[in-house]
């Protein structure tokens, strides 16, 4: 079981900046065909997607929302995966959650395993 820990949420105004973290601890193992990915939950609304990383590679998938805002990256070494968030926007606001299931975890049945979240929130 690979168990994943959110970090750096908070509240930040329209147009700025934050940075989420996800470290994968544990003694399960993130396959090779695995992606970490990155999901969100506004309140009254379902979890979406929002971006992931295939483990093995640098390929990306990012929602249409937040293409060309967000970035995600990893550390494998540390196996921890960031989400860097730019230009938010009052409705970015929601819990972000960390996930880690078979490539390319572009959908919540894809996820194998959840992190707890962590709070987002953008005022205008």
């Known amino acids: 079981q690979v168990q994943l820990e959110e970090s750096g949420g908070g509240l930040v105004q329209a147009g700025g900046s934050l940075r989420l973290s996800c470290a994968a601890s544990?003694?399960?193992?993130?396959?090779?065909?695995?992606?970490l990915g990155w999901f969100r939950q506004a309140s009254g609304k379902e979890r979406e997607f929002v971006a992931s990383?295939?483990?093995?590679?640098?390929?990306?998938f990012y929602s249409d929302s937040v293409k060309g805002r967000f970035t995600i990256s990893k550390d494998n070494t540390q196996r921890t995966v960031y989400l860097d968030l730019l230009s938010l926007k009052p409705e970015d606001t929601a819990v972000y959650y960390c996930?880690?299931?078979?490539?390319?975890?572009?959908?919540?049945?894809?996820?194998?395993?959840w992190g707890q979240g962590t709070q987002v929130t953008v005022s205008s």
């Open positions: 996930a880690a299931g078979p490539a390319p975890l572009t959908s919540t049945n894809g996820a194998r395993n």
């Open positions: 544990g003694p399960g193992r993130i396959y090779s065909s695995w992606g």
């Open positions: 990383i295939r483990w093995s590679s640098r390929s990306t």
